[in-house]
């Protein structure tokens, strides 16, 4: 079954909000095997919403839009609906009086303009809204033999989504017939096309209905995410996991969660599981590394602390880096960055010393060493290990990069030390 | 001048990620006079790209179209668009030449699948990315007698940001024939009602065509945005400065700065300005502050480092926090908070130490102390400051907010010093 999600909003379309509710309709609609084919948001007006209702209809099944239900004179929705099915709206008491109600146990008066949100389309089943005043509207046709629906709820999301939970998705559960899977597989440390490469042609090893998409960012790595759909959910579990087999087997040593996490959750898990700790020394990242670990809830168990040693006084003074590797080697070089990672191991007592030092830009590069040459480590009690990374001319990115790799390779050391 | 935004992405459409682009695309096209008229998300097929197209130039003068150009075979925009105006794909050499040049700085291979990266749309113009590999592009065509035009971005958010601002915005200011101008004040210290109360009606004393907006945001604080609207620049101008003067006598005590800055940024070049160094100690903020210090470009001519004392020992040992006060009041409290930013400028010699303690939450509140409970010091050579802010029961929120009032602190300090 095929859907399309209409909005309309003014103020979706300035910018003003971010349009969060249609993200979480697909969501929900995924889960429930029906295929978002198009969102649409258009303005408040009757020639706006005629022509997309024209549109969705002849591409799509189930209809749901969202918003310019409200009670003022910029919510045009209801009228330009029923004018596009030509019908006359009806007063219904019991939607004024559910109205009233609502808005006198909130020490609110009802005012005339509560009474337009009484009107409703001839024929349109009512839909109760369980926390707001404008109800939620139903519809069935059929069109060239085909069985079509239309449902409509106000746009503020959590009544949106009262009356998706309560009412309409229990409703479209009876009415799918195609099951949709998705898993998302979290990679670092390759780039979109060499994973490309290395994983060939998902689609055609699994067949149609398969899809395979790559995303990157600095904060994730690039993210897999397969997608399979069958008639059956036996069907398309089995394709699913045929597909994870497919790109754990090919692309296994990158892969370092998957679903909705980050490498600073999944450290976070492994160091909470083998009762480790862990503390930054950090130069170019700038703390950066210290913040996104303590980002995560119930952090303070394994992250003791950390030291930014962004002048090579405090790398002297704080860290126990040697004058003479600063002045023989530079602060972005390897014997440096070792001695951060140890010092700090050192000084706090954390089983991992995790450090970095780089040329982050956009000024201070040399021939030698230009913008983006970073250098990482880490030590814990069988040594130290030490990388140098070329990344990119942008301050704020070489930042995020930086982070998600030394993160991660404190997870690769923590599971070969565990294995 | 009509505008539509279309958006190419299945993970758009399974509600994967939220589509912030065009939030952002659409404040921008407003600023310039550009009105979007429609937002639509199709997926990644050649009829959905086809169809969309249509629509959106028979109803608008200007397409924006986001994704679908990376290397990967699930990228078919640049295909379909290419069939749309019944033209060929054309191998560009020098388009391949600046992908293998920037893979290569990153220490990464060029694959085959970049090739497909070169090939642009006979005739179409090529549009620089400074950032990223895939191109932007950009065709103007005429359709009964009216310029139309279509720009094509990659949909990696930040890489379509830097085509906008460094290209397609100053080309469609040549295109719009209404004068907007527009101002930003940013302010830290105050809600966003208290300063509405404030201001008052400034549409009322600037007249049509002016808009306040207010932008609250943890990390810059409450953002006024006026905007006015002209004919001429002359009248557009005198108008924007008669704003401007009547926020700052109403509201100058809590503005911080004008445009597109930060607090980070104000004072960092106040700090260069008056030879001034800073470190910093934190606890709850687990080195955010460093973080954003550090991410202004230059900083390290005034960011000397910091400590994140995460856990009590690297309170006592690192920054010299008695343990006795530890004890009686708890880590989360005034004297623990004031010898942590004496410590940390003691520890470095900086100029101003400042410091963070605080419950971040989810977890860790108490009835004396609940999630939201933080303290933040300032020390110089005059003596040390402390607050106790009562902020949110979100983790992230609690980082930023904390973090942005704390470099105020310094701001107000460092003018006080000077004045």
């Known amino acids: 079954m095929k859907a399309h999600l209409v909005t309309v909003g003014d103020e979706i379309l300035i910018g003003q909000i971010m349009n969060t509710n249609v993200a979480w309709m697909a969501t929900q609609l995924n889960l429930l095997g029906i295929e978002v084919a198009r969102m649409v948001t258009v303005g408040d007006t009757p020639q706006a919403i005629h022509n997309v209702l024209k549109t969705a209809f002849s591409e799509a099944d189930l209809v ?62 009512v839909i109760p809204n369980p926390i707001g005043t404008a109800p939620g509207l139903w519809n069935t046709f059929e069109e060239h033999g085909r069985k079509k629906y239309l449902g409509m709820m106000p746009g503020v999301p959590f009544e949106m989504k009262a009356i998706m939970e309560t009412h309409l998705l229990p409703r ?68 699913l996991q045929k597909g994870i087999t497919h790109l754990w087997n090919r692309a296994g040593k990158y892969i370092y969660g998957e679903g909705d996490t980050l490498p600073e959750i999944v450290l ?30 119930g952090s303070s168990a394994y992250l003791l602390g950390g030291i930014v040693a ?8 704080l860290l126990g880096v040697s004058e003479g590797n600063l002045l023989t080697h530079g602060a972005v070089s390897e014997p440096v960055v070792r001695q951060m990672a140890e010092g700090i191991r050192e000084k706090t ?71």
């Open 310 to 317: 962004y002048c090579n006084s405090v790398k002297k003074n």
């Open 64 to 125: 749901l839009m969202t918003g310019g239900l409200g009670p003022t004179h910029d919510d045009l929705t209801k009228d330009a609906v029923a004018t596009f099915f030509r019908k006359e709206l009806v007063y219904q008491q019991a939607i004024f009086d559910h109205i009233r109600q609502l808005l006198e146990s909130r020490g609110r008066k009802v005012s005339d303009l509560n009474r337009v949100q009484a009107l409703v389309p001839e024929g349109f089943e």
């Open 349 to 419: 007592g954390a089983d991992f010393g995790i450090a970095t030092s780089g040329v982050a830009g956009p000024d201070g590069g040399t021939p030698d060493k230009p913008v983006g040459t970073i250098w990482v480590a880490l030590a814990d009690k069988d040594g130290t290990e030490a990388h140098c990374l070329q990344l990119f001319k942008d301050r704020i990115l070489n930042k995020e990069y930086t982070t998600t790799l030394t993160i991660d390779l404190v997870r690769k050391r923590l599971l070969a030390n565990t294995a």
């Open 268 to 297: 976070g898990e492994l160091l909470k599981k083998h009762g480790k700790t862990i503390a930054t020394a950090e130069s170019c990242t700038g703390g950066h590394v210290a913040d996104r670990l303590s980002d995560i809830p």
């Open 172 to 239: 479209l559960t009876t009415l799918s017939d195609t099951i949709i899977l998705h898993q998302t597989l979290l990679t670092v440390g390759i780039g979109e096309s060499n994973l490309a490469e290395l994983i060939g042609d998902v689609t055609k090893f699994l067949g149609d209905g398969t899809t395979l998409a790559f995303l990157p960012g600095p904060k994730t790595g690039v993210r897999l995410r397969l997608s399979v759909r069958a008639t059956s959910k036996e069907a398309a579990e089995q394709s």
